[in-house]
Nanobody, 123 residues
Framework: QVLLVESGGGLVQAGGSLRLSCAASGRTFSSAGMGWFRQAPGKEREFVASISWSGATSFADSVKGRFTISRDNAKNTVYLQMNSLKPEDTAVYYC?????????????????WGQGTQVTVSS
């Protein structure tokens, strides 16, 4: 069993920054790819960023240059630093653990999910 707990969401003005954290427990965190996804009301869950066990990263085009993803294997934690936030970034953000060690953008390759954290960007 894998437990993922997100934190760090909140309300921020456009142009501001937030850092999301995801604490993992229950399996060998350091060998798993990790991802962040988001879901806005009425929309499907979409890929945001992922990081492989070795630190390779992948980003959705909509967040490239604004978001970064990192991991601290000693703390079993993955982070999503979000800068230059826009109102269209408003969504519930989910952390997920992949069944693969590399990066992947496909929802079905992530069997483990956190409960989500709300990010609201005001204009």
């Amino acid at each position: 069993q894998v437990l993922l707990v997100e934190s760090g969401g909140g309300l921020v003005q456009a142009g501001g920054s937030l850092r999301l954290s995801c604490a993992a427990s229950g399996r060998t965190f350091s060998s798993a790819g990790m991802g962040w996804f988001r879901q806005a009301p009425g929309k499907e869950r979409e890929f945001v960023a992922s990081i492989s066990w070795s630190g390779a990263t992948s980003f959705a085009d909509s967040v490239k240059g604004r978001f970064t993803i990192s991991r601290d294997n000693a703390k079993n934690t993955v982070y999503l630093q979000m800068n230059s936030l826009k109102p269209e970034d408003t969504a519930v953000y989910y952390c997920a653990a992949s069944k693969f060690a590399g990066t992947t953008q496909v929802v079905s390759t992530y069997p483990y999910w956190g409960q989500g954290t709300q990010v609201t960007v005001s204009s």
